[in-house]
């Protein structure tokens, strides 16, 4: 691959951490941005938006988790032995892959405040290891894991939305041609308020979701009280007789019982925007206990009304109720698309900053929390997606077949990272890690080859998804990694170009001329092509690179580094976090040169344009360059991202 310009806008430099970046925060820390807010009101405030953005994924697994146990691809008979079994495998699953695996221990794992698979990546990649084999492996793991949760972000709308629009079958089958067309309308109305931002879908949200769960709740304890019988689920006994009568269905079936912890991962990605004080909050006060007592409920129903198998959460209000219930199904359906939405916005504003992703409008939707944002291609990619899925498949018990794959697949990689990470940052000793990731990882395995079966019946497309995006970023990272070494090659030494200034000097004007840098190394060319056009330099000439560490934010003490090179000229080097949005000029309003600051009408900007061309130059793989290529065309402006007044930029190439 070669440039024809050889310059750069310094978007995707080789990042680097400050020292000390990599040391996790405590349980307890919280990004709590309204200091002078009593903390207890506050974590109530926030609890109440995570109901309505982080808990909708799992809050609205009854509509379709039981259902599938019983007559989804494996069906069993609703026999009370059947029905007590699939219980306590619910129940534990919850219990241990959710309460304990995720909410009490992956959730600690924060980079700085962050969640996701990524900022668990950046954690386990210190600088002096990033050219070790099992860095690369750390790397490609939890890239593929991040790829995963994409798909995830398509399927889970579409189900959701058309299990709880499917409802209206129960109340008259005239609804039947009715289904698909208005889940589409649904989920375009959804993604259309996505601008509004996590904060304000929260706002709306999290009463919705409040009322939710008390609904469910009430109807469990209702039919509880029908088979009390039911509680006695909770002894793991039940579930290992279930899979002794059942034998190769009953671990098959699995694959349905994983429905009703699809959205954990999210509970993880999504900590950035609340903290993960109020998730735990929120889900040991309130939606555990709903989801049990309405899955015990339904269990209870099925024990007096085995007919009722094929909706049982609908089976479980009376016919004046169905309407309403309906109703409040697809309200919670379409704020359970929000916790995996929020999540694919986090998770690509972090592969961007991390340099795995082109540039991407960003806009930030709060101004009390910065971690939430809205990502308007992302979300009408995700939307188009989403709507091609409730078309083709047509129903949720379709979906059902392609749904939980990649998620299983997400949990496994995740374990694997914690085992890592607590092995290395928290010095958790072998034996103590290596059981408890041993139990975890076995969970998890038992579900992805419970699911494996979905593959030839829709699992294949979450697959598809993320094997695409698993292409689109590793080919962006490695090919801004080739170019860089491209423009290192073609560079000028600094000592050789301040020889030749001081041998012939050209005429200096006034102002300060800031030369943006992909490398912090060298002259940058756009410096080269104005002093060969205009036989002119500026008194103060700045050459800048951004850069992007793996740690989510940085403190302003950590943010520059000057350097003085010669007459009038420096080299300044920004750094940022992989969560934040660069701000060129505040952090240049920040330094002094000689005494004096940037003055912003005094103050140009260079940047170059480069046109890349394929080669058979060695580095990566002649189509890869070509679709480098086409992502680097599309990318977006330096100027918008870095935050630069387009009026103070002079761009050449």
């Known amino acids: 691959m070669k440039s024809d310009s050889g310059e750069s806008s310094a978007s995707h430099p080789p990042s680097r951490s400050p020292s000390g970046a990599f040391e996790a925060t405590s349980a307890g820390t919280e990004k709590t941005h309204l200091p002078s807010a009593p903390e207890g009101k506050y974590l109530a405030v926030l609890t109440l938006g995570a109901l309505g953005v982080v808990f909708g994924d799992i809050g609205t697994s009854p509509l379709y988790a039981l259902r599938e146990c019983f007559t989804g691809h494996h069906p069993i008979p609703p026999t009370p032995g059947n029905v007590l079994g699939i219980l306590s495998l619910i129940f534990w699953a919850l219990v241990l892959t959710i309460s304990v695996q995720y909410l009490a221990i992956v959730l600690r794992a924060d980079n700085r405040g962050e969640g996701g698979i ?125 899979f002794q009568q059942n034998g190769v269905v009953g671990f098959l079936l699995l694959g349905a019982v994983f429905l009703v912890i699809t959205g954990g991962e999210a509970l993880y990605a999504d900590m950035g925007h609340f903290g993960a004080k109020p998730i735990r909050a929120g889900w040991y006060g309130l939606v555990l206990p709903s989801l049990l007592l309405n899955y015990f409920g339904q269990g209870a129903l099925l024990l007096t009304k085995p007919d009722a198998a094929a909706n049982p959460l609908f089976g479980m209000v009376p016919k004046w109720g169905l309407l309403p219930l309906v109703a409040l199904a697809t309200i919670a359906s379409v704020i359970a698309s929000q916790a995996v939405i929020s999540g694919a916005f986090s998770l690509t504003r972090q592969a961007i900053q991390l340099g795995y992703m082109p540039r991407l409008k960003i806009a930030h939707t709060s101004e009390k929390e910065i971690g939430q944002i809205y990502l308007p291609s992302i979300n009408w990619i995700l939307a188009i997606a989403c709507v091609w899925l409730v ?201 002094k040169l000689d005494g004096k600051g940037f003055e912003p009408m005094e103050t140009t900007f260079f940047l170059g344009r480069e046109t890349l061309i394929a080669s058979k130059r060695p580095g990566m793989a002649l189509w890869r360059e070509h679709f480098f290529a086409w992502m680097s065309r599309s990318e977006g402006r330096a100027t918008a991202f870095f935050n630069i007044p387009p009026g103070r930029v002079v761009e050449l190439g």
């Open 118 to 242: 990524l900022a668990l990546m950046a954690l386990l990649r210190p600088s002096g290891e990033r050219g070790a084999g099992g860095g690369f492996l750390i790397v490609a793991v939890g890239l593929f894991g991040a790829a995963l949760l994409y798909g995830d972000s398509i399927i889970t709308p579409a189900i959701t939305v058309l299990s709880s629009i499917e409802g209206l079958r129960i109340v008259t089958p005239a609804f039947d041609p009715y289904i698909r067309p208005i889940a589409v309308v649904v989920l375009l109305v959804l993604f259309s308020l996505q601008k509004k931002g996590t904060a304000g879908m929260g706002a709306i949200f999290g009463p919705i979701m409040l009322v939710w769960f008390a609904v469910l709740a009430i109807l469990g304890v209702v039919h509880v009280t029908t088979a009390p019988e039911v509680l006695s689920a909770v002894n793991p006994l039940h579930a290992v007789r279930f």
């Open 391 to 591: 078309l083709s498949f047509g129903s949720s018990s379709a979906l059902a077949s392609a749904y939980g794959i990649a998620v299983t697949t997400t949990m496994a990689i995740t374990t694997t990272l914690m085992y890592v990470h607590a092995r290395r940052a928290w010095n958790v000793p072998k034996a103590i890690a290596l059981p408890v990731a041993g139990l975890f990882l076995c969970i998890d395995l038992s579900f992805l080859g419970a699911n494996l079966v979905k593959v030839f019946h829709g699992g294949w497309f979450p697959l598809a998804v993320a094997t695409f995006v698993f292409m689109l970023m590793t080919t962006w990272k490695r090919g801004r990694q080739i170019l860089s070494a491209r423009l290192r090659e073609a560079s000028l030494p600094v000592d050789v170009f301040l020889q030749d200034v001081e041998k012939r000097p050209p005429t200096r004007v006034r102002g300060t001329a800031v030369f943006m840098d992909r490398i912090p190394e060298g002259i940058p060319p756009p410096l080269l092509h104005n002093l060969k056009h205009n036989k002119i330099l500026h008194e103060r000439v700045v050459f800048l690179t951004v850069v992007t560490d793996e740690v989510p934010r940085l403190k302003e003490k950590e943010r520059s580094r000057l350097e003085y090179l010669g007459p009038g000229c420096w080299r300044v080097t920004l750094h940022y976090g992989f969560m934040e949005n660069p701000d060129v000029p505040r952090a240049l309003r920040k330094l």
